[in-house]
């Protein structure tokens, strides 16, 4: 079963590491690390 609060935070938390991103904040390489650690 898919617990919907950690699916929320991992939305949430890619979301704004996209908005990073597009500010120019983080690297792509950076953006795929963070990512990578969300997941986990």
Not at 1 to 13: A, F, G, Q, T
């Amino acid at each position: 079963m898919i617990d919907v609060k950690n699916e929320m935070r991992y939305l949430l938390v890619t979301r704004t590491l996209d908005g990073l991103a597009q500010a120019g904040f983080l690297s792509e390489g950076e953006l795929a690390v963070a990512k990578g650690l969300a997941l986990e």
